[in-house]
């Protein structure tokens, strides 16, 4: 297996990976040099394992994505706006079950060029730069954007559905499977006088 050069088609370099004779396009670079001569509309399909997802994830199937790329040329200010669509294969977080997980979302996302800074040192980041990305050198891969805007989609309570029973803690048994008859006493100490009453 080995890499070929960039190559330009329509105003987007793609990075291109060799497999025999198979030659599959696995990235494209968002080049600031073609954005400062126009827009640039964008459609990929990405097939399952292009874009590396945490190993608790399993991709279902392709990563789908549309959208417009925008330079502002005096400021150098990246606007890449679209939607994409994936599903994910993830573990319930109440019944430890996998289901699969529709994701469908939308962007508006903003970039500017990463402050120059000496090695070591810090930059402030201002109330205005919290939704602000950066970027360095000739411009973006679109991959790495998609990547970040999927797992910023994933809720952070992973459940199979919202009437999920989850795992009994006295039996372990899941209870959207089976009907549990176990019964869950929280006792306090400090009311343990009443009961003589």
């Not at 050198?137 to 952070?156: C, F, R, S, T």
Request: proline share 6%; hydrophobic share 35%; aromatic share 6%.
């Amino acid at each position: 297996m080995r890499g070929e050069s960039l190559r330009t088609q329509g105003g987007l370099s793609y990075t291109k990976e060799v497999r025999s004779r198979e030659v599959v396009a696995v990235c494209m670079f968002l080049d600031i040099r073609e954005l400062e001569q126009k827009s640039i509309q964008f459609e990929q399909a990405l097939p399952v394992g292009v874009i590396l997802f945490d190993p608790e994830f399993e991709q279902q199937s392709p990563l789908t994505a549309s959208g417009i790329v925008e330079l502002h040329v005096s400021t150098e200010e990246l606007r890449v706006r679209g939607k994409l669509q994936v599903s994910l294969r993830m573990e319930c977080d109440r019944c430890t079950e996998p289901f699969d997980k529709n994701i469908e979302e939308e962007f508006d996302l903003i970039y500017v060029p990463a402050p120059e800074t000496s090695p070591g040192s810090e930059v402030a980041i201002g109330p205005n730069d919290s939704h602000v990305g950066f970027y360095e050198g000739p411009g973006l891969e679109l991959n790495d954007i998609l990547q970040e805007q999927v797992l910023l989609a994933l809720p952070l309570q992973r459940v199979c559905s919202e009437d999920c029973q989850g795992i009994c803690p006295i039996c372990g048994q899941n209870r959207n499977e089976t009907e549990c008859h176990c019964r869950t006493q929280l006792s306090d100490e400090r009311w343990s006088a009443l009961k003589n009453l």
